[in-house]
Nanobody, 124 residues
Framework: QVRLVESGGGSVSSGGSLKLSCVAS?????????ISWYRQAAEKAREPISS?????????AYSVEGRFTFPEDREDAKRTLYLQMNDQKSDDTAKYYC???????????????WGQGTRVTVSP
């Protein structure tokens, strides 16, 4: 099992900044797990916005590239991912989720874990 706990959501004005945290832990957390940030706006599908490979390589969705960064801390069996959101726009209003996809060698499909999400509201 992988446990994911997000925090840091809230309200911010357009152009402002907010930093979210996701703490990943559990016996199934290992080097074959990719941790990602997703978000879901009202009446829209959940979409990926970032991904961190175990080697630390970050990737970003086009919609947030240049505005969002994803620093990470690692200690023992726990990984903390941050989502630093700058120059926020009203389109960034959504519930933000942390997702772990774990696929050890020989597995056909990945085991997927989700956090409970944290809500971000960007006002004009």
């Amino acid at each position: 099992q992988v446990r994911l706990v997000e925090s840091g959501g809230g309200s911010v004005s357009s152009g402002g900044s907010l930093k979210l945290s996701c703490v990943a832990s559990g016996p199934s957390l290992n080097q074959y797990c990719t941790i990602s940030w997703y978000r879901q706006a009202a009446e829209k599908a959940r979409e990926p916005i970032s991904s961190i490979m175990y080697d630390g390589t970050p990737t970003a969705a086009y919609s947030v590239e240049g505005r969002f960064t994803f620093p990470e801390d690692r200690e023992d069996a726990k990984r903390t991912l941050y989502l630093q959101m700058n120059d926020q726009k009203s389109d960034d209003t959504a519930k933000y989720y942390c997702r772990a996809a774990c696929k050890p060698p020989g597995w056909i499909t990945a085991e997927i874990y989700w956090g409970q999400g944290t809500r971000v509201t960007v006002s004009p």
